[in-house]
């Protein structure tokens, strides 16, 4: 595996998937309100709840065993064996929880929300599967195709006259577009699995579940409780401010999944000084964009939100500024995932999202009914600030911890240098149009590369990944 080419290439579909993510949320909110779009984000919700909940970590334990060297013809099968039980149950729940789901999302959609759960969790798993076979790459393209049909194919339903049921119904249409194309990749060679096969899969799994519902938890909970206490329109708006945010971490995610395996593999390997090595090699990465993104959040989010979304969505500033400082923890903490499953201490992750859980769900509770929209994302940044500081703590008596702080405080800077120059272009020249938004953002980005440029480690690993990229290239040509 290509380490910089396969970054770049998860990096890139990535800004084109979350390009076209919120365009087509932006469109939808235009089109049906905060209410409207809040409506499909309860039913996103659910769908992630369920298929995550409802894994079992199995996707996890996939990309491990495989990843390991295990046969995908083995692994895969076994995995499909215990997602097909665990589906058969939830649609029981389903069936007899219909009328009050209906209820909640504010349209009848149960079979269709039993048909994104399974597709969701097959997805996942033909995902993991190409993930573990060092297939990273062929896995860049499906975010972006999956946000594509959804857009395209909301705008036709819509245009049929089905209203808030239009970008619920595309999102279908990409989910069966996706396991179409991951099938086709994967090709998996079907084969009837051993009790021992699934017990493997099932094995690292059980711990690897807590981490799949944390994940889950730290997306989803507020939006299902915001839906709960406050309604969809509240939901609209603390949703489409977490996409935002969530879209610093669009390099971040493509660190990860490259990271993972190769983290996963020295472990196999009793190669621990590679492990700590990787953890080294790829914290600056993960923080690249997070951290200017932060800074520009404090002194244009309020404008972005309002510009882009609408009026109503400017309010979202101060949840912007809140759910930037938790996305700073996140960078770090995917990093140090690959780690406990690479010593096979996955008990360690378990655990720590364990207690995230709890105190998400209990401060979601207490400060939801009190602060509203900003009680859920103070309750989702000090949960994760909770996971994060066990999971390192943790972490650090097993592996060693060497943390590039050169490195990251010379990005500190940049961002610095950054928000000082848009702050002193805001005040000369208000932010008040699309044009001006994109320019200051702009502006941003080449001042904070700019100034990074300037550090000889931060210049010299960026040429040498461009080099790498592109020899590659030529070499495929």
């Not at 200051?440 to 440029?453: E, R």
Request: hydrophobic share 55%; with cysteine.
């Amino acid at each position: 595996m290509n380490v910089p080419r396969t970054i770049s290439k998860l990096f890139g579909w990535s800004v084109i998937a979350n390009i076209v993510s919120l365009a087509g949320i932006t469109y939808f909110a235009g089109q049906l309100g905060s209410a409207g779009i809040g409506s499909f984000f309860l039913f996103q919700s659910l769908i992630q709840l369920a298929a995550l909940a409802g894994g079992f970590g199995i996707n996890i334990g996939v990309e491990k065993e495989i990843g390991r060297g295990r046969p995908v013809h083995i692994v895969f099968p076994a995995a499909l064996v215990i997602v097909a039980g665990i589906l058969v149950v939830m649609g029981v729940v389903l069936f007899f929880t219909a009328p009050y789901l209906d209820s909640y999302l504010g349209v009848s959609v149960v079979p269709v929300l039993f048909l994104g759960i399974v597709l969701r969790q097959l997805f996942a798993v033909l995902q993991s599967a190409l993930r573990g076979a060092q297939l990273v790459e062929e896995t860049a393209v499906f975010s972006a195709l999956r946000k594509i049909v959804w857009i395209v194919g909301g705008i036709g339903f819509l245009e049929g006259g089905y209203s808030v049921r239009a970008p619920i119904y595309s999102s279908i249409l990409g989910l069966l577009c996706v396991v179409g194309i991951a099938v086709y990749r994967l090709r998996p060679r079907m084969q009837r699995p051993e009790l021992a096969d699934v017990r493997s899969v099932a094995s690292v799994a059980k711990w690897a579940w807590i981490s799949s519902v944390g994940g889950a938890v730290y997306n989803w909970m507020d939006v299902t409780l915001l839906g709960v206490f406050l309604g969809p329109a509240a939901v609209g708006v603390y949703e489409v401010v977490w996409r935002v945010a969530s879209a610093t971490l669009l390099f971040t995610q493509a660190v990860r999944r490259t990271a993972f395996p190769r983290i996963v593999r020295a472990g196999g390997n009793a190669d621990f000084a590679s492990v700590e090595a990787l953890i080294t090699r790829f914290m600056t990465p993960s923080l690249y964009f997070v951290l200017p993104g932060f800074v520009g959040t404090l002194v244009v989010g309020r404008e972005l939100l309002g510009i882009v979304f609408g009026p109503e969505f400017a309010a979202g500033g101060l949840i912007l500024v809140i759910l930037m400082v938790e996305k700073i923890q996140r960078a770090v903490s995917v990093v140090l995932i690959g780690p406990v499953y690479a010593i096979d201490r996955e008990d360690i992750d378990a655990k720590s999202t364990a207690a995230g859980i709890v105190s998400n769900l209990i401060l979601n509770l207490a400060l939801i009914p009190v602060f509203g929209i900003v009680g859920a994302a103070v309750a989702t940044m000090l949960s994760e600030t909770l996971n994060f500081g066990i999971h390192a703590w943790c972490l650090r008596k097993y592996v060693s911890l060497r943390i590039p702080w050169r490195e990251i405080g010379s990005c500190l800077g940049a961002a610095g240098i950054m928000g000082i120059v848009i702050w002193g272009v805001k005040l000369m020249y208000p932010v008040e149009t699309i044009v001006s938004l994109t320019a200051v953002i702009g502006l941003a980005i080449v001042t904070y590369v700019s100034v990074t440029a300037f550090d000889p480690v931060l210049r010299s690993k960026g040429r040498s990944s461009i080099a790498s990229v592109l020899n590659t290239e030529q070499d495929a040509q």
